[in-house]
């Protein structure tokens, strides 16, 4: 009964920022060993890798948000944030948290997740 939570959604002017939580809890050891990620998806649209952290610390992230987005893992607290800075229209979509005990978790690709958020929109205006 992994449950991985969002927050930290809105709408935000272009420019503007946004930090995403995702709490994660039901099961038994350290979120240590979780690899996490972040994945989006608007309207009509396939649903995309954004950022991902591995269990060992190794991140990855998307070239359209690199120098712009930070994805961290709290441990102690059982959450994934994202940082998002410089936000663009573009940027605008429903924002999966994403959780994983495979050895591909922390990676870009969808598959290589078990566990996912109920979303949280993020909407960036012009």
């Known amino acids: 009964q992994v449950q991985l939570v969002e927050s930290g959604g809105g709408s935000v002017q272009a420019g503007g920022s946004l930090r995403l939580s995702c709490a994660a809890s039901?099961?038994?050891?350290?979120?240590?060993?979780?690899?996490m990620g972040w994945f989006r998806q608007a309207p009509g649209k396939e649903r995309e890798g954004v950022a991902g952290i591995a269990s060992d610390g190794i991140t990855n992230y998307a070239d359209f948000v690199k120098g712009r987005f930070t994805i961290s893992k709290d441990n102690a607290k059982d959450t994934l944030y994202l940082q998002m800075n410089s936000l663009k229209p573009e940027d605008t979509g429903m924002y999966y948290c994403?959780?994983?005990?495979?050895?591909?978790?922390?990676?870009?690709?969808?598959?290589?997740?078990?566990?996912w958020g109920q979303g949280t929109q993020v909407t960036v205006s012009s």
């Open positions: 994403a959780g994983g005990f495979t050895h591909g978790a922390g990676r870009l690709n969808r598959y290589d997740y078990n566990y």
């Open positions: 039901g099961y038994s050891y350290s979120s240590y060993y979780m690899g």
